[in-house]
């Protein structure tokens, strides 16, 4: 049979222009900050400025605490629903679609009203207001992302665990004297490691890149960084794209190698 | 009392165990949805028991519950003189080897043999030791650190095995354990499970619907049809002397010839204008069911015998065996004729005639 054909190229092409082009001319227009000439002064200026390590490395702990909150949150919760209540999962899908109807700004008021006060409970205060310390704003900017990300992390988790046999593996460890916490931490997580990656990954590049929480929670985040950046500037965020989109390949390429040569968790051998 | 002790069992899905009494109406109006209906048995130590019977029969459900990954809606578990009826299954010290084999994809053959080891945290060396005898015992030891995707199904399954048995538990669960095998390896493997079984004297239970593997394993074999016992007996006595119409059916292939009691007293009776003698007390009504296996019946008229006779319609060679189909009445009896270089053989179409010792046929009363 022919392969491929005028149309099959035409299509394979035209995708690829129109995926790279912006990227070209965003990183041609980066590198033309002095008149006439080609050069990284862009990169060099952006990276020179103190405030660009100081929101990026604050935004990578963020993403990275998001993406520990995320787990612990999800897979035992997706686990779950796998496990023993099958029927619930479209109630479950439902509920981590939310983020995807309800705009950031309404989940940053919604977070500022209900945690600006003290937990008073019969005249004492249990809990000062998280708003008024800057850990408080971290844990509550943490749980902010982990609700953002839920559509995608969730979404990996369910899709990792229905390419394992769920039941069968958890009954087996069962069977061999396991506890919940060792099933999850020893069988069930390492299985997940693919998928894991995948939801890891998304939340990374939301919580890099968002504005809206950070901003109303007043954290120095990136996602602010780069708007006020944009505002006053025309070359240096050109330059922070087209870097943000580079480790956003890296991390890709990390994913490609963490799971590459193994096959897939449902794969068996012959029966032979 | 015995080593396992399986007491008065129910099993009804979408009830709360423990939340029926067991002598009410209500529970009686629900019986007809019970997975698992009046389950009693014993099993002595050391004993490799099957239980057998079609889809849906109760069996894995059983298992399940000695397992303690289902709950008996009422009724205990007994191992050992202790009840485990409501312990947990990691807590129960019980190996269960599954049909989809559940090798831990992320760990090594080795890993996974030794995964219960670690699990209770025993020693390295003891661990190390456990998982060489394991693999030696399943006549794997060069294969420690391959991954299960890189074996084929029967070496799973016996890693698998390896892996219950490294635990030392006291009691054995094989649910379907060759089911996803092909033949050649299911016969293989299933003596290999006997001799393991054996060598470590360990009490087995096996589910399967097979009945073959079921005969050929067991030390005693449960047959069990929508939830009940039907029967249980040595594999000789389950193929030999069925006492119901489904365990006759279901074990074995089975002729029925619905026939007409014409003397009681010397077990005549009359099949379509056919006469022939059962040997043993008949069944009372005027109507009974003779019961013949296929290998009982022989080609031709012998001596002293009963015999019917009919038309070939079928003829199969099966190897050992040649299966032979005869029109007779309404039924079409299945003859099976041991294999010789001399046979000679009938053809379709022609008439053919049957001969059977008395005591081959047994009678049941017509349903």
């Known amino acids: 049979m022919k392969r491929g054909g005028f149309w099959g190229w035409f299509w394979v092409l035209f995708a690829t222009a129109y995926f790279l082009l912006p990227l070209i001319g965003a990183f041609t227009f980066s590198l033309e900050m002095r008149r006439g000439v080609l050069s990284f002064i862009a990169y060099e200026r952006a990276f020179a400025d103190p405030e660009f390590w100081r929101t990026f490395l604050y935004s990578n702990e963020m993403a990275l605490m998001t993406i520990v909150a995320s787990v612990a949150l999800l897979v035992p919760t997706v686990f779950w629903v796998h496990l023993r209540l099958p029927r619930w999962r479209p109630v479950v899908e439902f509920i981590t679609l939310m983020p995807f109807v309800i705009p950031a700004i309404i989940l940053a008021f919604g977070i500022i009203k209900v945690y600006k006060s003290p937990l008073v409970i019969g005249g004492f205060t249990i809990l000062q207001a998280p708003t008024n310390s800057v850990a408080g704003t971290n844990v509550l900017l943490v749980a902010g992302y982990t609700v953002l990300a839920m559509p995608y992390m969730y979404r990996a988790v369910d899709a990792g665990l229905r390419a394992i046999d769920v039941r069968t593996l958890t009954e087996a460890a069962q069977s061999l004297g396991a506890s919940w916490f060792t099933i999850i931490v020893r069988v069930i997580l390492p299985n997940l490691r693919a998928a894991l990656l995948s939801g890891a990954l998304l939340t990374f590049a939301i919580v890099v890149g968002e504005l809206t929480l950070a901003s109303f929670l007043d954290r120095p985040a990136f996602g602010p960084y780069l708007f006020l950046l944009g505002q006053h500037r025309a070359y240096e965020p050109a330059a922070l794209s087209i870097v943000s989109f580079g480790l956003t390949w890296v991390a890709m390429g990390l994913i490609y190698l963490a799971t590459r040569g193994r096959p897939g968790p449902g794969q068996v051998g012959g029966a032979h | 009392m015995a080593f396992l002790d399986l007491i008065h069992l129910k099993k009804a899905f979408g009830v709360r165990p423990g939340s029926l009494p067991s002598e009410t109406p209500h529970l009686r109006r629900v019986s007809a949805t019970y997975a698992v209906d009046d389950f009693n048995l014993e099993i002595e130590r050391g004993e490799l028991v099957s239980f057998l019977g079609p889809s849906g029969c109760g069996k894995t459900t059983t298992l399940r519950i000695v397992a303690g990954f289902e709950q008996p809606t009422t009724g205990k578990v007994i191992l050992d003189g202790a009840d485990i009826t409501n312990v947990p299954p990691s807590k129960r010290n019980v190996g269960m080897v599954f049909q989809a084999y559940a090798l831990f994809p992320n760990m090594t053959v080795g890993d996974n043999v030794g995964f219960g080891m670690r699990v209770s945290k025993k020693p390295k060396e003891e661990i190390q030791q456990r998982v060489k005898e394991m693999l030696g015992l399943i006549k794997m030891p060069e294969l420690e650190n391959r991954y299960p ?40 493997l299933r003596y290999e499970i006997r001799r393991i ?31 009940h016992m039907e029967q249980v007996g040595k594999p000789w006595e389950i193929y030999n002397y069925p006492t119901t119409e489904f365990v006759a059916g279901f074990v074995g292939t089975l002729n029925q010839l619905r026939s007409r009691v014409v003397d009681a007293p010397t077990g005549e009776l009359d099949y379509h204008g056919q006469h022939f003698k059962v040997s043993g007390e008949l069944p009372p009504g005027e109507t009974v069911v003779a019961m013949l296996r296929p290998e009982q019946l022989r080609m031709g008229v012998h001596e002293g015998e009963n015999q019917l006779t009919g038309k070939l319609i079928s003829l199969a060679f099966l190897g050992a065996i040649v299966r032979m189909g005869v029109e007779l009445g309404e039924a079409i009896v299945t003859l099976d004729a041991l294999n010789e270089r001399r046979l000679a053989l009938p053809k379709i179409g022609e008439p053919l005639t049957i001969s059977f010792p008395p005591h081959a046929a047994w009678v049941m009363a017509a349903g």
Not at chain 2, 205 to 221: G, K, M, N
């Open chain 2, 149 to 188: 995707y890189q074996l084929s199904g029967g070496q799973q399954q016996r890693v698998a095995l390896a892996r219950a048995l490294a635990i030392k538990p006291q009691v054995l669960l094989l649910d379907e354990p060759l089911s996803a095998l092909d033949a050649k390896i299911r016969v293989e």
């Open chain 2, 197 to 227: 079984q054996q060598e470590l004297g360990i009490t087995t239970i096996y589910v399967t619907h097979d009945q073959e593997e079921a005969l050929a394993l067991s030390d005693r074999v449960v047959v069990m049809s929508a939830g």
